[in-house]
């Protein structure tokens, strides 16, 4: 149980155009969720975290109006890049947690994104 | 608020020999530890977790961890490395609540044979 998943698993844009990551609770419902950014051969930094039919909260430094979280379900958040450009290529991981125990993440497998 | 660091983010082990990660952390509530594995292009495998209860956790893949409050550290051991076993190591703390995990930067592990 507590499975996660992402999706797209890649994906390749072109500088100026936005893409949208989904992360999905697919077996508990997720009270929170949380995104994370990854630079290659680098440790996770927490970009937002979000709760279901709220705004997401962001961390110091993460740009909310380039970045779009939407918790519009228990078990389906998205992340939107909007205006992509190569500095926002990275590995964006995505994990959830259930009521009660939001020290307990469970992560989804990563979305590579690559602007060119 | 809270902080990870992970001595070497390197370490080089013979097959069969024992496996030692080092995590250190700062934490201003009593923490909640974590150590993950990440092989390559792939998303976090949480290897064990100390929540407050046994100071010594035991976790998947034959992997443990010692929680020592005076020393403020969670050490990953594992008797016998296995080449299975190479990958990147990630410790983390979270402070409980709806805060999201903090990262150590990362031991990569690497198996001779």
């Known amino acids: 149980g507590a499975v996660v998943s992402q999706h797209p698993s890649w994906v390749i844009c072109k500088s100026g155009t936005s893409v949208k990551i989904e992360c999905r609770s697919l077996d508990f419902q997720a009270t929170t969720m949380f995104w994370y950014r990854q630079f290659p051969k680098q440790s996770l930094m927490l970009m937002a975290t979000s709760n279901e039919g709220s705004k997401a909260t962001y961390e110091q430094g993460v740009e909310k109006d380039k970045f779009l979280i939407n918790h519009a379900s228990l078990t389906l958040s998205t992340l939107t890049v909007t205006s992509a450009h190569p500095e926002d290529s990275s590995f964006y991981i995505c994990?959830?947690?259930?009521?009660?125990?939001?020290?307990?993440?469970?992560f989804g497998p990563g979305t590579r994104l690559t602007v060119t | 608020a809270q902080s990870v660091t992970q001595l070497g983010s390197h370490v080089s082990v013979s097959e069969g020999a024992l496996v030692l990660l080092r995590c250190n952390y700062s934490s201003s509530v009593p923490p909640y530890l974590f150590w993950y594995v990440q092989y390559p292009n792939q998303g976090l495998q949480l290897l064990l977790k100390y929540t407050s209860a046994a100071t010594l956790v035991k976790g998947i893949n034959g992997f443990e961890a010692e929680f020592k409050k005076s020393e403020t550290s969670f050490h990953l051991t594992k008797p016998s490395a296995h080449m299975s076993d190479a990958a990147e190591y990630f410790c983390a703390v979270s402070g409980g609540g709806a805060d999201g995990l903090t990262f150590g930067k990362g031991t990569h592990l690497i198996i001779q044979p």
């Open positions: 994990s959830a947690s259930r009521s009660g125990k939001t020290y307990e993440q469970y």
